[in-house]
């Protein structure tokens, strides 16, 4: 394993990642109750309002 193999590896799991969230977090903000609580999350980590 060289270094740029071990790049494009975790660059292809960052990029799965943010596709798995890009498609359920429409469906976690849909839930009642839970947008209120990922808000105060982002607020408490200081991003966002």
């Not at 990029?15 to 947008?35: E, H, K, Q, R």
């Amino acid at each position: 394993m060289d270094l740029s193999s071990i790049i494009i590896k975790s660059f292809k799991n960052i990029l799965f990642a943010v596709a798995v969230l890009a498609m359920t977090l429409p469906i976690l903000l849909s839930l009642p109750g839970f947008s209120g609580y990922i808000l105060n999350a982002l607020s408490i980590l200081g991003i966002g309002d």
